[in-house]
């Protein structure tokens, strides 16, 4: 199990993040030599150029145009860039640290954005003052890859009603300790489809850190989330599939989630392979928000969403329980009426996982909204409410998960008949497919 004090890793990973720029603290760029870099902060070509002499840190390859820090507020060379450059291009950042005082957008269609390396390559919002988000993609086919974020205020990086976004080899950074002050999300892609974070790290979120919603066709695989209140949440969202990632140090590790009022609602996540521990973080969420909700010490929560399957993963060490199954109940979640939304979770598939050291030292409302609960609190608790709707009821199928313990605390029965008995849920459901 791997523990660590968030705020001391952070400012390390933030000073070790600076370690392509000079021994100066102001200094902004890489040590370059003979690299030609025009007014504008521009320049074209291929890796460094021609001309370029030794560097530090090699200059991207395979670039269109390659933008270099400049002396003070670089927003205008970013955005400049953002615009200008052709469609399915490749826009390349030197090392360095870029600073930027506005939201940076992105609307033309085939675009990579490629950094020098998350460690070399930063782009720090700590000084802005207009907009909602750090870099916003409003565009198709875009591949983000190989920078930082840095201390945006808002969402760090936002796309909205894309098609084929891949976030690969990114880090997204809130120095401050589980502050309100952080940006909600990390990384934002919302009424997607076509969905890709790979080997991407996000720290210090007020809400999730690795966030997908409303979207579908959607792959989250081998990233680590930390330090934030959610570290990967899917919500309302179709055909995903989250495997051998990380999450640590959050509130809640993985969250899935329906909610009502959206645009569309989503099942059938497959969530595998993943090493979920030590989510045990007081929740900083905002008040009034879902996440705020969310009991420290949560490995997996499964709200009002149905049809998903977890298996293979490691939940271990989160203090309050391993995994929840929940329904979306106004009295604790906040009032809804949205017609369409069915506020159950059914027909779960939960198998082949290893459970250990979960449920020992509960926090958080779980232990005034489930009364009764025993210590400590088994690895896999479901509140016992089945859509009457449906008869007969799809269950949750609970098989194969070694020691792992088990209970229907039988809320919407007002905890008349709470068991343990984990027979009547020993079924099976068709697997979910796994991408190659």
């Known amino acids: 199990m791997i523990l660590r004090n968030l705020s001391l890793a952070a400012l390390l990973l933030f000073a070790g993040s600076l370690t392509a720029c000079s021994d100066e603290a102001a200094e902004k760029t890489a040590d370059t030599t003979d690299t030609a870099v025009d007014g504008s902060g521009l320049g074209s070509g291929e890796g460094s150029g021609e001309g370029s002499g030794t560097v530090e840190v090699p200059l ?29 291009s490749t826009l390349c950042f030197a090392p360095g640290t870029y600073e930027a005082s506005t939201e940076l957008s992105l609307a033309v269609n085939g675009v990579t954005l490629r950094g020098s390396g998350m460690d070399h390559t930063i782009f720090s919002f700590l000084t802005q003052t207009v907009g909602s988000n750090g870099l916003k993609i409003t565009s198709d086919n875009v591949t983000l890859e190989d920078f930082q974020v840095l201390d945006t205020p808002g969402d760090a990086i936002r796309a909205d009603a894309t098609d084929n976004i891949i976030f690969s080899r990114l880090r997204v950074l809130w120095p401050e300790d ?40 959607i792959l989250v695989e081998r990233s680590t989330a ?27 590790g993985i969250l899935i989630f329906n909610l009502p009022g959206l645009t569309r609602y989503g099942a059938g996540a497959n969530v595998h392979d993943n090493l979920v521990e030590n989510n045990n973080r007081t929740n900083f969420g905002v008040e009034g928000t879902v996440v ?50 069915n506020k159950y979770a059914s027909g779960n598939n939960i198998h082949d996982n290893i459970f250990s050291g979960n449920g020992t030292a509960p926090r958080g409302a779980l232990p005034a909204v489930l009364p009764n609960l025993p210590s400590p609190i088994p690895d896999i608790l479901w509140d016992g409410c089945s859509d009457p709707a449906v008869d007969p009821a799809r269950p949750h199928c609970i098989r194969n ?13 007002s905890f008349a008949n709470p068991t343990t008995a984990v027979t009547p849920h020993d079924c099976t459901y068709e697997p979910l497919p796994v991408r190659p």
């Open 60 to 88: 991207p390859e395979g670039c269109d145009v390659t933008v270099f820090p400049v002396e003070g507020d670089d927003t205008i060379s970013l955005q400049t860039a953002l615009i200008e450059i052709a469609e399915n």
């Open 401 to 413: 998960n070694g020691s792992a313990t088990f209970l229907n605390v039988d809320f919407c029965g």
């Open 178 to 217: 589980g502050s309100v002050r952080n940006g909600a999300y990390g990384l934002y892609p919302v009424g997607c489809n076509g969905v890709l974070i790979e080997e991407c790290e996000v720290i210090g979120a007020r809400d999730a850190g690795i966030y997908v919603g409303q979207s579908q066709n």
């Open 292 to 341: 705020a909700v969310v009991p420290p010490g949560t490995g997996i929560l499964v709200l009002a969403n149905d049809d998903n399957e977890f298996h293979n993963n490691t939940i271990t060490g989160n203090d309050t329980v391993g995994l929840l199954l929940f329904t979306y109940q106004p009295g604790i979640f906040g009032a809804q009426n949205d017609p369409n939304f």
């Open 226 to 252: 930390w330090g934030n209140v959610a570290g990967i949440e899917i919500e309302n969202c179709d055909n995903a599939e989250v495997r051998n990632n990380h999450t640590y140090d959050n509130t809640g």
